[in-house]
């Protein structure tokens, strides 16, 4: 699909909706502006597994790309995703501006029996190809390394919303890499991450989008106190 073709798609989609807004009439639409953008794309729709959803992600280019280290295959950076619901016809954009930059964005899909041992005991189970129960995120916002770029150098946070898009919330406001996900029980995943200095879990319920648990792993045998 062409940009012109994706742009017009976006538009008929959106109706000017922001973040956790909606529309079920087509209008004229722009993507979510902010610092100093000089062109922005819309990316390939595609349908996010066993909903009602359909999302495609943003990409821009600010200041020449001079502010983004990497280029996706669309020739800028992941800033944004728009959703559709095709039940209700509405639509969302995840942030209201394009002031960030998103490294990654991974659906947590639970296969149907995951989390429970043959015995019904809580097991684990890697991410499966059953429903999306939700997104996560990581996100950076700010330039904290001072070396005027938004890039996987940077300390991001890590989100989640839901699979439409809906009820965005900030589990870490600063982590290194993600390190896995993985279900442990019922709706719970266990997030496994970098962040000051230590490896780090947090437990997140995905129905109420809670952490319900916080946990520091061990250093490593012989690493500085």
Do not use: I
Not at 111 to 119: E, F, I, Q, R, S
């Amino acid at each position: 699909m062409t940009h012109a073709a994706r742009t017009l798609l976006a538009t008929a989609l959106l109706g000017g909706c922001g973040p956790g807004a909606s529309s079920d009439a087509p209008a004229a639409a722009a993507a979510p502006s902010g610092g100093t953008r000089e062109a922005v794309e819309v990316g390939e729709f595609g349908a996010v597994a066993g909903t009602r959803f359909l999302t495609a992600p943003l990409y821009t280019e600010v200041d020449g790309r001079s502010s983004y280290s990497s280029e996706s295959s669309s020739g800028g950076a992941v800033v944004n995703h728009l959703f559709y619901g095709l039940d209700g016809r509405t639509s969302r954009w995840l942030f209201p501006d394009d002031g960030q930059r998103v490294l990654e964005t991974r659906p947590l899909q639970q296969t149907v029996g995951a989390g429970a041992g043959d015995a019904g005991e809580p097991s684990v189970e890697a991410p499966g190809e059953g429903p999306v129960r939700a997104f996560l995120y990581r996100v950076v916002r700010a330039d904290t390394n001072d070396d005027g770029r938004l890039d996987g150098e940077d300390a991001a946070a890590l989100a989640v919303s839901g699979p439409g898009g809906d009820g965005y919330r900030v589990l870490v406001p600063s982590a290194g890499r993600l390190l896995g996900a993985f279900w442990v029980d019922g709706p719970r995943v266990l997030l496994v991450y970098e962040a000051d200095g230590a490896v780090r879990g947090a437990e997140l319920d995905v129905e109420t989008r809670e952490v319900v648990r916080r946990v520091v792993l061990p250093a490593a045998p012989g690493a500085p106190a």
